[in-house]
C-alpha cells in the first residue's frame, strides 16, 4: 500500500479519535455518586467482565457497554440478576460502589470514530 492511501486511512482515524477525547474531556464526571473510573478499569478486569463484552466494553461474545451503559440503578440491578446468559456478580463478589466504579469506567470510554470518516468502509 502507498504512504499516501496509508494517511488517507490513519488522519481521519486520529482526527475523529482527537474529537472523541476532546468531547469526553469536556463534559464533566456526574458528581453524585460518581465512581472512580481508574478503579473501575481494575476491577473490569479482575472480575472478568472484559471476557466477554472486551476490555474497553466494546462486545464481543457479548454486547457493547460502554460508552453509554445502562443508567446506575439499572445497572446494578442487570449485574446483579442478569435475565439470560451472563453470570450474576451478587454483593458478595462486588459492592454496589464497585459497581459504580465499573460504570464509570465504562462511561469515561471514547466514542469509536463514525464510519462515515473511515475511507476504507466506504462503498
Ligand atoms: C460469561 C460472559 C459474561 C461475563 C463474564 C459478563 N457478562 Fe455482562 N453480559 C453477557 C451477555 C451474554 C449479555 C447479554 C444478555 C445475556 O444474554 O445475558 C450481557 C449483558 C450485560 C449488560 C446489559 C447490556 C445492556 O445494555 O442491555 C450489562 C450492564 C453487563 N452485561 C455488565 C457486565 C459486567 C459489569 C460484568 C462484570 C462484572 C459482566 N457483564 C460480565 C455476558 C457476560
Given at each position: 500500500m502507498k504512504t499516501w492511501m496509508l494517511m488517507l486511512l490513519v488522519v481521519p482515524v486520529l482526527a475523529a479519535a482527537g474529537a472523541a477525547a476532546q468531547t469526553s474531556a469536556q463534559t464533566?464526571?456526574?458528581?453524585?455518586l460518581a465512581g472512580d473510573a481508574a478503579a473501575g478499569k481494575k476491577l473490569f478486569v479482575s472480575l472478568g467482565?472484559?471476557?466477554?463484552?472486551?476490555y474497553e466494553g466494546q462486545g464481543g461474545a457479548a454486547p457493547r457497554i460502554a460508552?453509554?451503559?445502562?443508567?446506575r440503578a439499572a445497572f446494578t440491578a442487570y449485574v446483579r440478576r442478569?435475565?439470560?446468559r451472563m453470570p450474576n456478580y451478587p454483593d458478595s463478589v462486588v459492592s454496589d460502589e464497585q459497581l459504580g466504579h465499573i460504570h464509570a469506567y465504562l462511561q469515561s470510554r471514547p466514542m469509536p470514530p463514525p464510519v462515515k470518516s473511515i475511507p476504507l468502509l466506504q462503498p
Open positions: 464533566p464526571a456526574p458528581t453524585t467482565c472484559w471476557t466477554c463484552h472486551g460508552p453509554r451503559p445502562l443508567a442478569p435475565p439470560q
